[in-house]
């Protein structure tokens, strides 16, 4: 994954533009597990700070490209946050801790090295499919379907 200033993807042109002002979650969106991951956000957000985009969208497809993924595996959600992109890891650990308390106590896998945190993440990513299938199953309600950007 390639570092990017802050808000690079604006002067991306192969990235539409879309709304940036509050953290968005690309995921997976033909993974269960990682649709599974939406629905507990979607649930304790009370503050409902978070977009979602399947990575399965051209916006997604571009974002994954724009940051140096490969825009077909999916390995590692993004966490785009004040312009910012977080992958692996940290941006799980981000995304969770932005749930408030109590979620907000996973910051404690930060005093696990990066590189022992990211091997965990990488295992999770490449079993998640073996874990829980692959398949579109996330139907969000209209209420729901407003904080996703298609």
Not at 105 to 121: G, I, M, N, Q, T
């Amino acid at each position: 994954m390639a570092p990017r200033a802050d808000y690079s993807y604006r002067d991306d042109p192969d990235v539409p533009a879309f709304a940036d002002d509050r953290p968005l979650i690309v995921f997976d969106g033909e993974c269960v597990f990682c649709s599974g991951w939406v629905k507990f956000a979607l649930k304790h957000d009370k503050r409902q700070q978070y977009r979602f985009l399947a990575a399965q969208t051209p916006l997604g497809e571009a974002l994954y490209r724009h940051y140096g993924l490969h825009a077909r595996d999916y390995e590692t959600n993004i966490l785009i946050e004040n312009g910012r992109a977080f992958f692996k890891s940290d941006g799980s650990i981000r995304m969770v801790a932005g749930l408030g308390f109590p979620y907000s106590l996973v910051k404690l896998f930060r005093l696990l090295p990066r590189r022992v945190a990211d091997a965990l993440y990488e295992f999770i990513a490449r079993n998640r499919l073996k874990i829980a299938g692959r398949q579109s199953c996330m139907v969000p309600s209209p209420e729901q379907r407003r904080r996703f950007i298609a």
